[in-house]
Each structure stands twice: as structure tokens, then as C-alpha cells.
């Protein structure tokens, strides 16, 4: 099960891009990597998935090196209501124990 | 996207009575859902898997008979708290696996329930 280290804390301002890395050293060949925002009193929301390269979508772009041993969120021009916590999760279906990790505060300011 | 459906949303309710949480896939089937709680500030603590058709699996140090999870349905999962006490209030969150469009499995939320006993 791989566990995965993540920034506690992260500043920006509005119309900056946002980079948040996590660590996940002993990731096992069949791991996706899996990016999640969750605002207060709310569940998680899935943002983006990938395993190798990078993949892109309509919120985010998700960056990963060909050891796969890391990758990172990229959000592109934050605004205020990007201030939420992103968490990483790695893991496979069947084996996937969804372990969350402390996540990363990201906070926007004007 | 999969959409997974958790009620009610808050609930308050006296020390010593029970209360029951659902948590609903709308639009796939979830053979196996999962069940946190989360506590302000903190990050989402997993309490158990929920399988259909047979018992759920608890995460050392949760009592399995003070959060009774029955998952009678491939759509359905619920979680009752037993016996409530003030140390029981918290935010519990439901979410089961949907392949989603393309690449793995990934994990879809309910919006959670804030659970608190006075």
C-alpha cells in the first residue's frame, strides 16, 4: 500500500498556477494516482487521475515522471474558490484501501 | 459522473438514541462502498468496507457493534450509530469505486452527513 506525503500548506493568489506535489515512493506497478479537492463540509470531488506522463482535463493537469515515484497537481490560474484541501491517493481497484493522507491546504487570496 | 447520494446531510440527535445514515450509488452499482468519519481540521479517517452481500470489514480500534453497516443491495450501504454519544459527533462520508471514463477506478463521495449528539 503506497503512502503518499504532501505538503501541509500551500499560499497562492488569485490568477497564479498552482503546483502540488505528492511523494509516493513505493508505488506498485498497477497504481493509478488519483487527485481529489474537498471544500469544508463536503465530501471529496475526484479532479483528476493518472499513471505515467501526464494527463490533462478541464480543471487540471497532472504531472508524472517516468519513475512514478511522485507526481504533481497543476491548477491553472486559481481563484478564491480553489481554496480547498488536495489530497493524492495511489493505489489499484482490490487493493485500493483508500488511506487518505494529511493533504494539502491550498489557500487563494486576493 | 458516478453519483453517490448520502443522507440526511446533518442530524442532531439526544445521547443514547440511534441514527442511521445512507449512502446510495445512483447510476452504477457498488459491489464494495467505504465508510469515514472526519473530524475538523483532520483528514478522512477510513472506518470500514462495506461489501454486498456479506459483512463489512473494520478498521482496528472501530467497534463494529457502535457502527452497524449493512449493505443489502448493490446500490445501497448504510451506517447506523448506535447509542450515540457527544464524542460520536463528527463528519461521516461514504464513497465506492466507478470506473468512471477511462483509466482506473476511482472513488466517488457522498457530500457527508455532520452528525452531532447532544
Known amino acids: 500500500l503506497a503512502k503518499t506525503t504532501q505538503p501541509i500548506s500551500m499560499d497562492s493568489y488569485e490568477g497564479q498556477e498552482v503546483n502540488i506535489t505528492c511523494s509516493h515512493n513505493?508505488?506498485?506497478?498497477?497504481?493509478?494516482i488519483t487527485w481529489y479537492q474537498q471544500f469544508p463540509s463536503q465530501g471529496p470531488r475526484f479532479i483528476i487521475q493518472?499513471?505515467?506522463t501526464k494527463v490533462t482535463n478541464e480543471v487540471a493537469s497532472l504531472f508524472i515522471p517516468a519513475d512514478r515515484k511522485s507526481s504533481t497537481l497543476s491548477l491553472p490560474r486559481v481563484s478564491l474558490s480553489d481554496t480547498a484541501v488536495y489530497y493524492c491517493l495511489v493505489g489499484d481497484t482490490g487493493g485500493f484501501k483508500t488511506i487518505f493522507g494529511a493533504g494539502t491546504r491550498l489557500f487563494v487570496k486576493a | 459522473g458516478a453519483v453517490v447520494s448520502q443522507h440526511p446531510s446533518w442530524v442532531i440527535c439526544k445521547s443514547g438514541t440511534s441514527v442511521k445514515i445512507e449512502c446510495r450509488s445512483l447510476?452504477?452499482?457498488?459491489?464494495?462502498m467505504f465508510w469515514y468519519r472526519q473530524f475538523p481540521k483532520q483528514s478522512l479517517m477510513l472506518m470500514a468496507t462495506?461489501?454486498?452481500?456479506?459483512?463489512?470489514?473494520?478498521e482496528q480500534g472501530v467497534e463494529k457493534d457502535k457502527f452497524l453497516i449493512n449493505h443489502a443491495s448493490l446500490t445501497l450501504s448504510t451506517l447506523t450509530v448506535t447509542s450515540a454519544h457527544p464524542e460520536d459527533s463528527s463528519f461521516y462520508i461514504c464513497?465506492?469505486?466507478?470506473?468512471?471514463?477511462?483509466?482506473?477506478?476511482?472513488?466517488?463521495f457522498g457530500s457527508g452527513t455532520q452528525l452531532s449528539v447532544l
Open positions: 447510476d452504477f452499482q457498488a459491489t464494495t
Open positions: 464513497s465506492a469505486f466507478s470506473a468512471g471514463t477511462g483509466g482506473g477506478e476511482k472513488l466517488f
Open positions: 513505493n508505488i506498485a506497478t498497477n497504481d493509478y
Open positions: 493518472g499513471y505515467k
Open positions: 462495506s461489501n454486498e452481500g456479506s459483512k463489512a470489514t473494520y
